[in-house]
């Protein structure tokens, strides 16, 4: 039995260690990749929920690795942040995201920002600096920010909020309906903007109470001159229950995949020239 104790001792730091230089190979990796300035970005459009032309676009982080693996952004996101990248990476989305909008017509270009970057200092300052840089409209821009930073800090992202918009920069709250933000934090913080999360979406299909909270508090937003974004739709039905319900902009797989810029170029302002 001692024996076999000690195997399984043995056994668990193997594989704590192991997963620990996974970690660390694949922070090394991202370092790399950043450094070099190889962070790639997709593009999803949104479409206008009454005339379903195109009306905007998010960015969408990409990594592959040099050695051609494909990480998911639910992976690397976090480990940027785990590992102090988070600014270098997000800058790099925001830098590579202007350069490619500013050759489409004047669509909205939603970029995500992580919480922990509203942590620095100069965040505010970088984003105007890199608007100035491209020669961006600010009101073409919108920040996606998830909830997480209006409960672990309220002031500071009250602070952030308030220095995007003094630069005439828009605001928007992701992932709605996914943890505990209600229309009143929208109104509280001074969001442009809701985006009403994917999970939310997909109860649609079997639960009709879902739809009557998501169809109330779509109405509440409305009536605060709150604008509706709905991400994820995958179905005409979804689609359809989410017009009728007053959302402004759709967005999701059955309109549009995250795509290159030269793609995006090509589907959405160049196809009909060639
Ligand atoms: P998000 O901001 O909520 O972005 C929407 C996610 O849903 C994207 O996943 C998108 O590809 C996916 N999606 C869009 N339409 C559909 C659909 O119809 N069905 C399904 N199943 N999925 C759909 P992605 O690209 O894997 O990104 C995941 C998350 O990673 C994002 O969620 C965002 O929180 C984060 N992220 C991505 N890029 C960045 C970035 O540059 N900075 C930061 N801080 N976070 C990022
Ligand atoms: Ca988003
Ligand atoms: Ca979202
Ligand atoms: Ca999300």
């Known amino acids: 039995a001692k024996d076999l104790g000690r195997g399984q001792t043995v056994d668990f730091e193997d594989s704590f260690d192991d997963d620990t230089?996974?970690?660390?190979?694949?922070?090394?990796?991202?370092?790399t990749t950043l450094a070099a300035g190889n962070i790639d970005v997709a593009f999803q459009a949104l479409f206008d929920a009454k005339s379903g032309s195109i009306c905007g676009v998010e960015a969408l982080?990409?990594?592959i690795t040099e050695g051609g693996d494909r990480i998911a952004?639910?992976?690397?996101i976090p480990l940027a942040e785990r590992s102090g990248l988070i600014d270098q990476l997000g800058l790099q989305v925001l830098k590579k995201s202007l350069q490619?909008?500013?050759?489409?017509?004047?669509?909205?270009l939603a970029?995500?920002?992580?919480p922990l970057q509203l942590k620095n200092p100069?965040?505010?300052k970088q984003v105007t600096d890199a608007l100035e840089t491209a020669d961006f409209d600010p009101r073409r821009l919108s920040i996606e920010l998830t909830e997480g930073v209006l409960i672990s800090d309220p002031e500071q992202a009250r602070r952030a909020i308030d220095g995007l918009k003094a630069a005439g920069i828009k605001v928007a709250l992701d992932d709605f309906g996914s943890g505990f933000a209600s229309v009143g934090t929208l109104r509280q913080f001074g969001f442009d903007r809701m985006k009403v999360d994917r999970s939310l979406i997909a109860t649609l299909d079997h639960d009709q109470n879902a739809g009557?909270?998501?169809h109330a508090t779509i109405a509440l937003a409305n009536a605060l001159d709150i604008p509706v974004t709905a991400e994820g739709i995958e179905t005409e039905a979804q689609a359809e229950v989410l017009r009728v319900s007053g959302c402004d902009a759709l967005q999701g797989y059955l309109f549009s995949r995250p795509i290159?810029?030269?793609q995006f170029t090509e589907a959405y302002f160049n196809g009909k020239r060639d």
């Open 21 to 31: 230089n996974r970690q660390a190979a694949l922070e090394a990796q991202l370092r």
């Open 122 to 124: 100069r965040f505010v």
């Open 100 to 108: 490619a909008a500013t050759s489409w017509p004047a669509i909205g």
């Open 73 to 76: 952004p639910d992976v690397f």
């Open 260 to 262: 290159s810029a030269e």
């Open 111 to 114: 970029v995500n920002v992580s």
């Open 212 to 214: 009557a909270v998501l």
């Open 61 to 63: 982080a990409r990594w």
